[in-house]
């Protein structure tokens, strides 16, 4: 998706050649126009899918993936990271470990809003080694809901969960795949490379 | 708003005379085309107000907020509710209490995002005791920026928070006000009561 990239390039940083900071429009501080053109482009990339529901992970999936549940006109569920006081009957779980935050978090879905009829598009902001995208094909998948695929807006094709993913059958759409982190340079998978 | 009224009436599960459930359309499974005319709505009573920025809080505000956001033109920033090992360079900072979640979280927006030429929309989903409205009007006052209001989903009329802030003169517009809560009942300030 060429905005995107061009955000990326633009403001995106490289802080190693693994870590990509992109808080000015997708993490932190939000680009409204961005993310509606992103969860557009996810819509349309499933549109004959039959989608039922969109779900996502707290909190940086939320932008990108409601717009794509509003052109697809279903349901966003995003998923919860830990468990609240108001959240405890009958969760779907499963356990996610985040690199960049060092931590183990329990991903929770209520039951209550998936069930086997559900064919689910998974949104996520970040495919790296693909422990959150896992995670929440896990949960989903508790529930008896089917997943239709995976819509990433940035995946580090240099890590590993992308090929995971995909060679376990399920499908997934990355709107920008970065083929090498270094600093100040970001190199796209047949993209080219901007500086 | 009186899709928003209706909906609470029809899915709203109040908990206990203080506990208002909302997590089938707000605060987990999410319904997107109510979150546009939410952001809608706040974006037209703002919009003579030269807001620069919305600001919200993860992870519930980010829906409501991103439309009132795309409808302004203008970014969204999240702040965070706890530091993250890619965020720590110049933060903002609050201390917040969550009476639903027993715990005080750090709110913590990055300071580069905000700056005193900035006219800033805060939207949150809840307003009850007031404490994250605070936290958030905070952390957007120690960068210099200015405050145009608070956009509120849902305003407990209840609890002390809607007072509090608008005894010191700040603008809150809340898009259902709910004057008492019983069992399986619920009753909205100057809009009857819904069984």
Do not use: C
């Given at each position: 998706?060429?905005?995107?990239?061009?955000?990326?390039?633009?403001?995106g940083?490289?802080l190693?050649?693994a870590v990509?900071?992109?808080?000015?429009?997708?993490?932190?501080?939000?680009?409204p126009?961005?993310?509606k053109?992103?969860g557009?482009?996810?819509?349309?990339?499933?549109?004959?899918?039959?989608?039922?529901?969109?779900?996502?992970?707290?909190?940086?999936g939320i932008?990108?993936?409601?717009?794509?549940?509003?052109?697809?006109n279903?349901?966003?569920?995003?998923?919860?990271k830990?468990k609240s006081?108001?959240l405890?009957?009958d969760?779907?779980?499963?356990?996610v470990?985040?690199?960049t935050?060092?931590?183990t978090?329990?991903?929770t879905?209520?039951?209550k809003?998936?069930?086997?009829?559900?064919?689910?598009?998974v949104i996520?902001?970040?495919?790296?080694?693909?422990q959150?995208a896992?995670?929440?094909?896990?949960?989903?998948?508790?529930?008896?809901?089917?997943?239709?695929g995976?819509?990433?807006?940035i995946e580090?094709?240099?890590?590993?969960?992308?090929?995971?993913?995909?060679?376990?059958?399920i499908?997934?759409?990355?709107?920008?795949?970065?083929?090498k982190?270094?600093a100040?340079?970001v190199?796209?998978?047949n993209?080219?490379?901007?500086?």
């Amino acid at each position: 998706m060429e905005n995107l990239m061009n955000k990326i390039s633009q403001e995106g940083l490289a802080l190693s050649d693994a870590v990509l900071k992109v808080d000015s429009f997708l993490n932190h501080q939000v680009d409204p126009v961005l993310m509606k053109e992103i969860g557009e482009t996810f819509a349309s990339k499933f549109q004959r899918d039959s989608i039922t529901k969109v779900v996502t992970l707290e909190s940086s999936g939320i932008a990108p993936a409601v717009f794509a549940a509003l052109t697809l006109n279903v349901p966003l569920i995003f998923a919860r990271k830990r468990k609240s006081l108001t959240l405890q009957e009958d969760l779907l779980t499963a356990d996610v470990y985040s690199f960049t935050k060092e931590e183990t978090n329990t991903i929770t879905i209520s039951s209550k809003f998936l069930n086997e009829e559900d064919h689910v598009l998974v949104i996520d902001d970040f495919l790296a080694n693909g422990q959150a995208a896992e995670g929440l094909i896990k949960v989903v998948s508790k529930s008896g809901a089917s997943v239709a695929g995976i819509g990433i807006v940035i995946e580090k094709a240099f890590q590993n969960g992308g090929k995971r993913l995909r060679s376990k059958g399920i499908r997934v759409e990355s709107l920008a795949k970065i083929a090498k982190l270094e600093a100040g340079k970001v190199t796209f998978v047949n993209e080219g490379s901007f500086v």
